[in-house]
């Protein structure tokens, strides 16, 4: 009777039924929670603590929904049933409607409440995928049927000690039966084989309802509860589905009143065969809620990379996302890449190279060491012939690289080629002397010392001076034509030493760089020269 009661207040409220659709936008100003559930359109509030209740809130008078504020939080409600949550996508709304029970003492039965269950005349449906008839109880008999009386069935739960309720309902203090399709009305009624007697210890009461299976979990009960005095006694959820409109996709769609269709844009229709009726849904790659016009809006996958796998590089589309491999890879991007990534590739190859460069690296700074260490076995110093030329030169210290002890004026003859090669030596291009000056300086300075020379060795001079010791013509010297003398004596010095001197300028000038070992080799200097000059020169 209360039941029918709260229709009848909501078909006053509503006399004549509003044809919403999700082409019409609800009032913004529209309840969208009560308590802790939210309530989406198609289903509106009815806030019992509002004067005036807009009935565009809801698609019809069937989605309304009261919110009662006299609880703390406020509660939900369909009908009289409490409502836990709703669900747009699957077309679902969980309820709580209490269990059928009767309890026993010694004396007989205390207690029997059966339930009688009715979801009105709107688009519900008890789930028939969802629900389970449920009994708990040592001897306990649970049996359902509709209003109309169309059909039957029931389990029977049977235990003979006190056991641990766990995994799944077999028969032993506990058992389940599947519900009929299309259920609108259900009677629920319990009785009991013997009373109870020989489980009164630890069974004194038996329980059958209807139970969710996503959430029910048969662990949470045991055989020795009592509606009346377990206070953490549970009761389980109960599934109902609904469908927007009693009637087929194609009957819905092909309406010239497009307006009465209640799905909006970008989604699809889909028919409950529990339901009789169709519910709307967003297509794939948009989410949102299908009844309102522009509900179901386009998911960036992009952004979900744990939902929406991309191995490559993601670009969202309009309802769907593309996924391309990374470079030198290949595949569809969202489930597959094949190949090698270039970064990986370069990766490879800029460690294959940076092995090469430092074993390259390592090869030179062992040669290096090797070489200065056979520069030092030889009595080596770590500079350079030029270096150690110019260093005696400014510090008046030729004789030091001498390989022979020289007179005065020997000295001071060495001295005036020495600066000459200075000069040849200078690291400004400026300032050094080109080949034609240094030959006519060299030929000044022999004619000044004619006589000396003359004494010791006209043939050689002779040849050096390309026959005519008198001209002031370039001089030439292959130094394949010095003849190696055996030793190095004050009669050969005063006339090899400045062809000596001349030809390490003529080197240096014409390779802008040190000379190394084989091109003073071709100075066939005599040992002690040889040996002075090289010591003092990297290989």
């Given amino acids: 009777m209360q039941i029918c009661g709260f229709w009848f207040v909501m078909s006053l409220l509503w006399c004549i039924e509003t044809r919403a659709s999700a082409a019409v936008l609800p009032p913004g100003d529209c309840p969208k929670t009560c308590g802790n559930v939210n309530v989406p359109y198609p289903f509106g509030i009815n806030d019992t603590s509002a004067r005036i209740v807009n009935p565009r809130c809801a698609m019809n008078h069937f989605f309304m929904l009261t919110c009662n504020w006299t609880y703390n939080p406020p509660a939900l409600y369909f009908g009289n049933i409490p409502v836990q949550n709703i669900s747009v996508d699957e077309g679902t709304m969980s309820v709580t409607i209490h269990e059928a029970f009767d309890c026993y003492n010694e004396t007989g039965l205390t207690k029997n409440i059966n339930r009688w269950m009715k979801l009105g005349a709107g688009p519900f449906r008890f789930s028939d995928t969802?629900?389970?008839?449920?009994?708990?109880?040592?001897?306990?008999?649970?049996?359902?049927?509709?209003?109309?009386?169309?059909?039957?069935?029931?389990?029977?739960?049977?235990?003979?000690?006190?056991?641990?309720?766990?995994?799944?309902?077999?028969?032993?203090?506990?058992?389940?039966?599947?519900?009929?399709?299309?259920?609108?009305?259900?009677?629920?009624?319990?009785?009991?084989?013997?009373?109870?007697?020989?489980?009164?210890?630890?069974?004194?009461?038996?329980?059958?309802?209807?139970?969710?299976?996503?959430t029910f979990n048969v662990s949470n009960f045991r055989l020795s509860d009592n509606p009346y005095s377990t206070k953490d006694y549970v009761t389980p959820d109960v599934v109902v589905e609904w469908v927007v409109r009693e009637e087929t996709c194609e009957k819905a769609q092909s309406r010239s009143n497009t307006s009465e269709y209640a799905c909006g844009d970008n989604t699809n229709c889909t028919f409950s065969e529990n339901g009789m009726g169709y519910r709307c849904l967003c297509r794939e790659?948009?989410?949102?809620?299908?009844?309102?016009?522009?509900?179901?809006?386009?998911?960036?996958?992009?952004?979900?990379?744990?939902?929406?796998?991309?191995?490559?590089?993601?670009?969202?589309?309009?309802?769907?996302?593309?996924?391309?491999?990374?470079?030198?890879?290949?595949?569809?991007?969202?489930?597959?890449?094949?190949?090698?990534?270039?970064?990986?590739?370069?990766?490879?190859?800029?460690?294959?190279?940076?092995?090469?460069?430092?074993?390259?690296?390592?090869?030179?700074?062992?040669?290096?060491?090797?070489?200065?260490?056979?520069?030092?076995?030889?009595?080596?110093?770590k500079t350079n012939i030029i270096q150690k030329f110019l260093s005696s030169l400014e510090n008046k210290k030729l004789s030091e690289i001498l390989c022979f002890n020289a007179t005065d004026e020997e000295m001071e003859e060495i001295g005036v080629f020495a600066e000459l090669a200075k000069q040849c030596l200078s690291s400004n291009g400026v300032n050094r002397p080109t080949m034609k000056d240094v030959a006519e300086e060299l030929g000044r300075l022999m004619k000044l010392h004619q006589s000396l020379w003359a004494q010791q060795n006209s043939k050689e001079t002779?040849?050096?001076?390309?026959?005519?010791?008198?001209?002031?013509?370039?001089?030439?010297?292959?130094?394949?034509?010095?003849?190696?003398?055996?030793?190095?004596?004050?009669?050969?010095?005063?006339?090899?030493?400045p062809a000596v001197v001349f030809e390490l300028v003529s080197i240096i000038f014409q390779k802008k760089a040190l000379p190394n070992k084989s091109q003073f080799s071709k100075l066939q200097f005599s040992d002690c020269v040889w040996k002075n000059v090289y010591q003092y020169s990297p290989e």
């Fill in 462 to 497: 002779d040849n050096f001076l390309g026959g005519d010791s008198s001209s002031y013509l370039s001089i030439e010297i292959e130094t394949t034509k010095m003849k190696q003398p055996d030793t190095l004596n004050m009669t050969t010095f005063s006339f090899e030493y």
């Fill in 285 to 381: 790659g948009f989410t949102g809620n299908p009844y309102l016009q522009q509900g179901c809006q386009d998911i960036d996958e992009c952004k979900e990379p744990e939902k929406y796998p991309c191995e490559g590089s993601c670009k969202n589309t309009i309802g769907n996302y593309t996924c391309s491999c990374p470079l030198g890879m290949h595949g569809d991007g969202k489930t597959d890449c094949q190949g090698f990534r270039i970064t990986t590739l370069a990766t490879v190859l800029g460690a294959l190279m940076l092995v090469s460069i430092i074993i390259f690296l390592i090869v030179i700074i062992w040669k290096k060491r090797r070489k200065e260490k056979n520069f030092l076995d030889n009595g080596g110093e």
């Fill in 130 to 214: 969802r629900n389970k008839l449920t009994a708990v109880g040592c001897d306990t008999i649970a049996l359902m049927t509709d209003a109309e009386g169309t059909f039957g069935s029931g389990c029977v739960s049977l235990c003979t000690e006190n056991i641990t309720l766990e995994d799944s309902c077999s028969g032993i203090g506990c058992c389940q039966t599947a519900v009929p399709r299309s259920l609108k009305t259900l009677n629920i009624t319990i009785q009991s084989a013997d009373n109870h007697l020989d489980v009164l210890d630890f069974n004194p009461c038996g329980f059958a309802f209807l139970a969710d299976q996503r």
